[in-house]
């Protein structure tokens, strides 16, 4: 039997490329990112080890986690030899689960006291998407948070907006400020002119019940954009 031609398996690896080794002996901080992956997919194929798999998708993605979470199951079968659908899924699976924990450890920001916090809360609801989506924060008066409440979803280059929803939901939780939040699958944070539009709207309709829209924050991968902070309409 030709052993070059089957998939490498974790006990044929070199003594420095068994990553579960290493993690027992080192801990698992010492496992680089690369590393970390070839655990979840446990071999890779005739020509490289798992690592190698591994660092190859990391390096199509440019080494970033937020990218490698826009992958779906179809772009790892087509793209990496050696990953098939089940290895696939543990990938996609790995990545929701890391953001759901990021989800879970927002719930220190319940008191908004600037942006930067508006963005910890929805980076992991909404940077790798690749559609629009458009969130509204409901907060009382001490910018405490009531409510987090998807409003819209869209395609890659845009989503509408119903103001109407976001003021019943307002009117209903007795929120006195909202944030409007959305984001741009795109990467720019720069805000179109559809996102002065319904900002400008917003803020109106809010005047008329008395209720404060405090922000409209644009989210992206690794930054966001806001009008407060840009003195922009608010």
Sequence with gaps: MDHSKEKLTITEWAEEDRPREKMLIKGISALSDAELLAILIGSGNKNESAVELSQR???SVNNNLNSLGKLSINDLIQNFKGIGEA????IIAAMELGKRRSLSETEK???ISSSRDIFHIFQPILGDLRHEEAWALLMNTSNKVLKKIPVSKGGITGTVIDIRLIIKEAIENLAT???LVH???SGDTKPSEEDNAITK???EACKLIDIHLMDHVI???DGYYSYLDNDKFL
């Design 219 to 221: 989210i992206c991968d």
């Design 87 to 90: 290895k696939a899924i543990t």
């Design 177 to 179: 400020n909202i944030v």
């Design 201 to 203: 709207k917003l803020k």
């Design 109 to 111: 920001y319940q008191q």
């Design 57 to 59: 998708i990391l390096y």
């Design 183 to 185: 984001n741009h699958p």
